[in-house]
């Protein structure tokens, strides 16, 4: 990529970056061991060909791991997952071409790619410290701008493709974890629709600051699961046992996270989990996100009482989680939801 391409990060977060320096010199040093990962992990692995074994053990087995991985990491790694290598290769190529585009393209023509208004976005707006910057681009694209889309190009074609594979992943997993947790549920069909789910095509351009920036700052997803192909260049980090860990790529999986609306809808059982992604000082990375998302009008409840979180809509929590943005430069999420009389609740 070149500077034509890339968004003005140096210039945008210029006051921020001179004032971590300016306090590096009157520390002598700022420790930055938070940003320092302990170890590299591999996610645990679940092949998705056992669900299709005639034997209703080995089927029971992979669905106990889905929910159990699902519990104690909030993350896990799926293979044999329907999508070939080849679409994930032609996914690359498709993902270079879009974000080589000049700068100015991406952010004032937005229909240049068909996608809608307000799909291209970098960086971090609301960032009030070094620590809530994000050194990244993304289009975040609605599903409908994908599926079924009037006009024919290699992008387009590649995208459905993959897009139709892991809506229907998606809801697989989600009704696995549903019957887990002892209910047979069609929510997830009726709730989460092509025009409700999202694509996000991601970019991480290098980092040249010497003291670690987020290529996306530590966050929780506000949906219900997340798809995840990523490149091998690795960036991906979460939040284990009370430490960072680095997430080693898989070159044949998709990694699964689940939500806040999922921790939320199973009483806490399944975890969303913190997570962020770190630049590479040499190297962009590319990444590619599939967000299983309800209707705004969707309420949000508990399947287990005594309920943890109280009601809500999904159109209240996301208001919530940008005016939180907006004020104070991150998201707080679920704790704003609590049944008792927390803090947050005030």
Known sequence: MDSVSDPPFQEAYKILFDKTRDNIRENNGVDYDELVVAEECELPVIDLSRLEESDEVVREECKSHIARASQEWGFFQVV????????????????????????EKKT???????????????????????????????????????LGSTRSNSLSSTIEQYATTVSSLAQTLADILAEKMGHKS????????????????????????AFGIHGLMPHTDSDFLTILYQDQVGGLQLVKDGKWIAVKPNPDAL??????????????VYKSVEHRVMNNPKLERFSMAYFLCPSDDTVIESCREPSVYRKFSFREYRKQVRDDVQKLGSKIGLPRFLTHDGTWNI
Do not use: M
């Open 80 to 103: 044999n997952h329907g999508i070939s290598s080849e679409i994930f290769s032609r996914l690359r190529c498709e993902q270079e071409k879009v974000f080589k585009q000049p700068f």
């Open 108 to 146: 004032k023509e937005d229909k240049f790619l068909n996608f809608s208004a307000g799909s291209y976005r970098w960086g971090a707006p609301s960032a009030t410290c070094i620590g809530q910057l994000s050194w990244s681009e993304a289009f975040h694209i609605p599903l409908t701008d994908i």
């Open 186 to 209: 069609t929510f997830f069909k009726e709730n989460c629709l092509p025009d409700t789910c999202y694509l996000r095509l991601n970019r991480y351009p290098p980092c040249p600051i």
């Open 255 to 268: 990694i699964i996270n689940i939500g806040d609306l999922f921790q939320a809808w199973s009483n806490g």
